[in-house]
């Protein structure tokens, strides 16, 4: 996974708790290091400072200085963390394996479980707003949140999806972008390629 903040700033991580970070574009990357090795599956910064990464059997690692010392966040569940996506600096949802979801609400300290009714594999999460939000995962299952991750109802997935495993999902302005296995890319439900 690679997560930039601005055009210079930036970190990747990968397996054996491997974190690089550049601050040039990536011309040069430098090691950081982390505790334990898990394989880290995605990686978020929010500002400068304020980062997690996320991967195998529950490991979530926080920073706080721009990855100079990461920390263990301890309470997930020991499987697959898949995606992680933040509101703001305060407000971050994380799926995963066995329908996880998880929220924070302190910008990463402390995450807690959110019943998703599912144990469908769920690899993306994306939110419009506080309330409005996706997850996605296996052969195209999609839920929608219209509270914040209180509730979750499962979506109509686009056409090209109904056996496709889903990858990733964004919003932009009022459209949403999935795509998934195959090549497959659906704005809003309609198939663009």
């Known amino acids: 996974s690679v997560s930039f903040v601005d055009a210079n700033t930036g970190?990747?991580?990968?397996?054996?708790?491997?974190?690089?970070?550049?601050?040039?574009?990536?011309?040069?990357?430098?090691?950081?290091?982390?505790?334990g090795s898990p394989q880290l599956r995605h990686v978020h910064?929010?500002?400068?400072?304020?980062?997690?990464?996320?991967?195998?059997?529950?490991?979530?690692?926080?920073?706080?200085?721009?990855?100079?010392?990461?920390?263990?966040?301890?309470?997930?569940?020991?499987?697959?963390?898949?995606?992680?996506?933040f509101l703001d600096a305060n407000i971050g949802f994380i799926v995963g394996g066995q329908g996880t979801i998880l929220k924070t609400t302190n910008g990463g300290a402390n995450w807690a479980a959110m019943s998703s009714g599912t144990t469908e594999w769920l690899d993306a999460v994306c939110f419009r707003n506080e309330q409005?939000?996706?997850?996605?995962?296996?052969?195209?299952?999609?839920?929608?949140?219209?509270?914040?991750?209180?509730?979750?109802?499962?979506e109509d997935n686009p056409f090209y999806f109904s056996t496709q495993h889903i990858n990733d999902i964004a919003?932009?302005?009022?459209?949403?972008?999935?795509?998934?296995?195959?090549?497959?890319?659906?704005?809003?439900g309609a198939d663009v390629g």
């Open 11 to 35: 970190w990747v991580t990968g397996i054996n708790g491997f974190i690089r970070k550049t601050t040039n574009g990536g011309t040069s990357w430098t090691a950081q290091s982390t505790s």
């Open 45 to 85: 910064f929010v500002n400068a400072n304020l980062g997690t990464a996320i991967g195998d059997n529950g490991a979530i690692r926080r920073t706080t200085n721009g990855g100079t010392t990461w920390s263990v966040v301890t309470g997930a569940p020991s499987t697959y963390l898949n995606d992680i996506f």
């Open 132 to 154: 409005e939000g996706y997850v996605a995962g296996t052969s195209g299952f999609m839920m929608k949140t219209m509270n914040g991750g209180l509730t979750w109802t499962t």
């Open 171 to 188: 919003w932009k302005t009022d459209h949403y972008l999935v795509i998934g296995d195959a090549g497959n890319i659906t704005r809003s």
